[in-house]
């Protein structure tokens, strides 16, 4: 059970990362930029190809980022504690919100 948790944590947070987040001097911004999101006149993103919406879709990309990590899970159990980190975020993030500044 604790393995789920982390599991859809970790899917959360990595999905979220990589749809909206900037990252450390803006790699994952640019990582957007190469795969194709741009921005319009209102500054807001879409996608000049597939991929790029897929990246713009957090349902859509919450998909793939889970399967990519289940796959790794299931082959590499050791893998778990690679997402440990990103669960431990994702509960920071959600308390934080939850409490407020």
Request: aromatic share 14%; charged share 15%; with cysteine.
């Given at each position: ?35 194709g ?10 996608g ?20 990519i ?20 975020s ?10 407020g500044?």
């Amino acid at each position: 059970m604790i393995e789920l948790l982390v599991l859809g944590l970790a899917t959360w947070r990595l999905t979220s990362l990589l749809n909206a987040e900037s990252g450390p001097y803006n790699i994952l911004t640019r990582l957007r930029y190469l795969i194709g999101v741009r921005y319009n006149d209102h500054s807001e993103p879409y996608g000049k190809n597939q991929v790029a919406e897929m990246i713009l879709c957090t349902w859509c990309l919450s998909v793939w980022v889970g399967l990519i990590l289940g796959i790794t899970y299931y082959f590499w159990r050791d893998f778990w504690w690679v997402m440990v980190p990103f669960s431990l975020s994702a509960i920071a993030i959600v308390i934080e919100r939850l409490v407020g500044e």
